[in-house]
């Protein structure tokens, strides 16, 4: 693990030969084996990510998503977990009493562009691969290809 100067709190869980690159923000999840975190990522309590995994720079993964083995999150991947966020109710600020979790799986060997938005609450099947900039809003098929805002099917993947 090289972190020359990242923010690793002591109950993150750091599989095997796990490496971060740069700055990184961990707290309270778990990062499998082999993984590689790239620069300015943070990756929430409560979340899981699994091996071979790749993270690339300044994405987002927070608390309730969970990501299987060998997948690939491009740069500036944002995953979000409440559909109906809000700052202040009944004049206090919300804490996390103030809001439904919404779990989100991204299956083995997906495959998510570049800047892509992942609406809480949907599963992303098995090899599937969603577009650079694509809007995620409903469960995509193992094996699919979708793209666009909101993301909508194009093909089938190619096996690799």
């Known amino acids: ?27 309270g999840c778990a990062i499998g084996d082999e993984t590689r975190v790239g620069p300015f990522v943070e990756v929430q309590k409560g979340a899981r990510v699994g091996a071979r995994v ?22 500036g991947v944002m995953f979000i977990n409440d559909k109906f966020p809000v700052a ?10 103030d809001f439904t979790l919404l779990r ?7 495959s998510i562009g570049s800047g892509a938005v992942i609406l809480g609450g949907v599963t992303i099947g098995a090899g599937a691969l969603i577009g650079a900039g694509a809007v995620v809003t409903k469960d ?12 909508r099917a194009r ?4 096996a690799r």
Do not use: Q
Request: glycine residues 10%; charged residues 25%.
């Open 1 to 27: 693990m090289d972190a020359p100067f990242s923010k690793i709190a002591a109950d993150v869980v750091l599989g095997k030969d796990v490496f971060i690159v740069g700055w990184a923000n961990l707290y």
């Open 54 to 75: 790749k993270l690339s720079s300044h994405s987002f993964v927070c608390e309730g998503v969970t990501i299987e083995d060998e997948v690939f999150v491009g740069h």
């Open 88 to 97: 202040a109710k009944d004049g206090r600020p919300t804490t996390e009493k």
């Open 104 to 110: 989100t799986f991204v299956r083995k060997g997906a």
């Open 140 to 151: 995509v098929p193992a094996g699919a290809v979708v793209a666009g805002v909101p993301a």
């Open 155 to 158: 093909a089938a993947r190619r």
